[in-house]
């Protein structure tokens, strides 16, 4: 027996037990952090949520000792917001009325490269282990805790398709990480080709030498603790065949490129489409759950991802938490795109041929074949465009809107997911007018154009998702622009969009229409100019699993003048049987809240709006 | 040409050794304004007869016209009785880990074996007087305190030295039990030898005191002093625009704060038996650090700091048997808020309010001796439970606690053997990963070492006995919760074993912090 093999059985026991007892003893006790964490379904219905989505690092300083290199002056730099901060703002949150946050990613990531930070979160180094600036898992589940006990659920960011800037090619093979290996501009709008990231190669990134090409470039992963440039965690992907080593995405219509290329910036793209790599990531993803209890994943740039991945990832998650109590898990991804069809395809249950399907199942190990269900549900992104930029913003024609919606059953998912939501896909799109990733509405927009985007986004089918600092009428261009400091707000709560929010949260929690009702377009129009309906869009919220709720929702995003859902003659007609008074319960300059409409003989509703305005009317009994 | 007094100031410390460059080299904004005005005042009266040759070189003939006001009149007729008194503590060894490296100091709790602390001297050099015109006792201490790395070792010809002790003290002040002190000073009460640690008092300020011993055998003493250790916590300096329209920046003080501690101890003793004794000691700290502001990481934007408060409550029962050094004590201490931090720390892990409100400790301490014949057994423990202000639990919210025996046996009056052994233990507010795809649990780390000194004591037999010649073997098992508290590819994260095999010497004479403090 080894020295250490004695020493650990004479003293590990009774001597040990006695310093032990003494340490927690009494008040000398850490509560909670032996206390372990049982999962548990904490969302009923998630038509029934409000997001809000919260860059940690922007949001609330609650714990000062992880301020590690923050420089709160510069946009692209840590600012110092943590998961404690984020917990002392619940109030807040509270207040406005919101029933889920979504927070940044949790992991490790590179802290900073060529001196813009990882604060967003999108940067990955270690799967495994809690972000540091953020806090330590204690504090994570902290917050998850609180917010539960709250009604507030908690959804994470996850990133599968790529790692931050950890390795370099060795083109030249000096060992070294060259600035400028070769590049002319020719081939890309990059002009020097460095070896973290150099232009896409189909066959991979070649080494070179003076006498030509010398094969397959060899990838080394720096070693800069400070900077936390270090090999990635969990140690599967420090081998090389886990990426695809193709290089720079230069066109993202490529499709070869679009999923096998790095991610601009130097994130290195992970071969989604090996078992140890889906298995590292549901291992990965499904541990932080096992360890917080959070209720959801957003997940980042799903279009970059191999679809076989999202069907191992989304079974395999839902299998391994429903297995430990929690269903109701909501996953929902991120296509960056406007075209519906290529969105909505990450949440259709379809099989892939037979022979794709058997590759597939060789990751299988717990014997559960791969079936055809991905994702819960996906950003509205299709509808950012067409509705949010170029109708309320822009002040196009209505009838977009109603083509898109027109569209949804074509291209999303309309069978729940085995062990998910409950719900068809189709049915749990997320709502958004700005994110991190796109200007802030009033960049370019007003505050009237903002006033009925929200009006929409919270009256329309699926879940709405408010980025932080909406309510506080945040205004800033692209990134990191748009990734302001809240504390710069002082959380004040009396502001006109931020009673604006509080009042449609409230109106949503008190009409069960507006969260689970069927959804129908009652007026739309193609007119831009003076025609009396130009840029009124009208929908009826009812039916389904409403009850008798329902909800008829009249925005004119016409930014000229006083509109109708009325042309040549012909008004709007709705479902509601003549005789019904429907009473305003929003309101607007010139229409009070409480102002009545009846509803006419043959459902016709006669109704006017100034410019930028809408209306939510409600039978007079449910008001 | 007029000089000022700093000027005198550095020559004379250029003049008494070369081996105190960093003196010499000291600018004339030292921050120590008082040694000019006292050198010319205590040098005439304090060197003896056949000194004189030596001051003329070192207090150079502008002295009086510069100082007069230094060198009142009045002078000589107080002319005391009394010397120079030179007292050291120290503490030095050389020792391997047994694969060739260096040995380090292993302990993971805050308070470990004395065994492998590293090197570290006191120079003491004291000045007490009797002024038998008054009847005042005056003693001037002065301790320099020197550390790791010895110049030997490293090559490199410089150190690490402090200033531990700078102050006056007088004593008989109306009444016999009454004294008083001012400047820098060491100022605690009963350590744990064996832990090299001080659990009740021990509070390094500047600052002044009094003190009051009864006939009774009760003292009671107070004492206020400050501290602004050099962090961003207590200070914030910033560049701005030279003033006057002149070129250039100017330093400014935006934050500028200093800490006030102050203390308040009581004590009782009582007569056990013939020679034996008890005492009971209350003991208590407030500390407050006012508020201020500072810029923040935005420049040109500030922000307010708040006030901080603490306090300490503590109190300690002591006996001894009066024979050797036999003694038992016990120690309770709670500190709260700034006090919870220690006087020379910068808090973390700050609460939502930025303040280190809710910041506390709890300790429970334990030391003794027993001695007979020609045994003796050393003993001591801790456990110590720290919560720093920010409501969730982290990696700097600990429990730790430490049992540790030393028994000893003289073979000879001058030559004996211990042997020691420990078992310590922390836990941490913290959930860590191990190894690889473990799940994460709460870091708890234990080392339980054994080691065997064999002596040699000059002095005679007695675990109090100094100096002391020793070697030293220790042995310890470091589990993988400590093996955790080290980065990657540290030795003491990789390796659970660990020796310290060495040669070493402890002393301590004539010092005013060390030997004959123990009870």
New interface residues.
Partial sequence: MR??EV??T???GP??S???A???SG????????EPVTLATHVADWRDQVIYQVLVDRFAN????NDYN????APARWH?GDW?GLE?KLDYLDELGITSIWISPVYRNVDTDAEVDGYHGYWPQDF??PNPHF?????LR?LVKEAHRRGISIIIDVVTNHIGQLFYYDINLNGHADDQVRGSGEQSPVVHINEYDPDFDPRGIQSETSLGEAGPAPIIFNHEPVSNHMPP???VLQRAEMYNRRGRTVNFDDPDQLLHGDFPGGLKDLDTTRCEVKQAMVDSYA?WVE?TDVDGFRIDTIKHVDREFWRFFAQKVRQRLAAKGKTNFFMFGEAFDGRPELVGAYTKSELPSQDQLARENECVSDGRQITGDQLDGVFHFPQYFQAIRDVFRDGQSTDRIEKLWSERTQHYGLEPNELGTGLAPVRTLVNFIDNHDVPRFLFQGDKAGLGIALLFIMTEEGLPCVYYGTEQEYRGGNDPANREDMQLSGFETTGGTFQLVQTLTRLRKQHVALRRGDQAVVWASSRTGDEEDAGVFAYERAGGDAGDSYALVVINANPNHTASPAYNGAPMKVSQPGGTVLVDVLGNKTAPVGTKYVVGSGGTVTIALPPKTGALLVPEAQK | MPRSPCFFALLVAASVSTTLPALAEEPPASPLPAVPAAVPAAVPAAVPAAVPAAVPAAVPAAVPAAVPAAVPAAVPAAVPTGGFVFGSYGRVSSAGDGTGGAARESDIVAHGSRLDTSNYVELELRREDHWDKVGIDTRIVSTLAVGNPIFHYDANFDAQIAVRNLYLEASGLGTKGVSAWAGSRMYRGDDIYLLNFWPLDNLNTLGAGVRYQAPTRTTAQVHMGFGRPDSPFYRQQAARPAPLNQFGAATVDLLDRQRWIGSARIEQQFSLGVKGGLKVIGYGEGHRLPAGQRE????G?YEDVPEETGFVVGGQLGAWTGERNTHLNVFARYAEGLAAYGEFASP???G?D?STRGAHE?L?AVGGNWEWERFAVMGAAY?R?FR?A????????V?????MARPQVWFLDWLGLGLEGS?Q?Q?R???V?LE??D??T?LVA?M?RVGIVPFVSPAGRGSFSRPMLWLIYT?G?R?AGARALYPNDDVFRVR??EQFIGAGAEWWFGSSSYGGGIL
């Fill in positions: 020295v250490s020493l650990r004479c003293l590990r001597v040990a006695v310093v032990f003494a340490l927690t008040c000398m006790s850490f509560d909670g952090l032996d609650g714990d000062t000792s923050i420089a709160p002056a110092g404690a002392s495994t282990a806090g330590d898992v204690m504090a902290s965690e969990p140690a541990r360890l | 923040s990481a935005r420049a934007v973390t892990g700050l939502p930025r709890l429970f456990v439970s720093n920010s409501p969730s639990l982290d990696l700097s919210d429990d730790e606690g430490i049992v078992l233990v836990q507010g913290a959930l990963t690889a795809g799940e994460p709460p234990m339980p042995v098992y589990d659970s074993v």
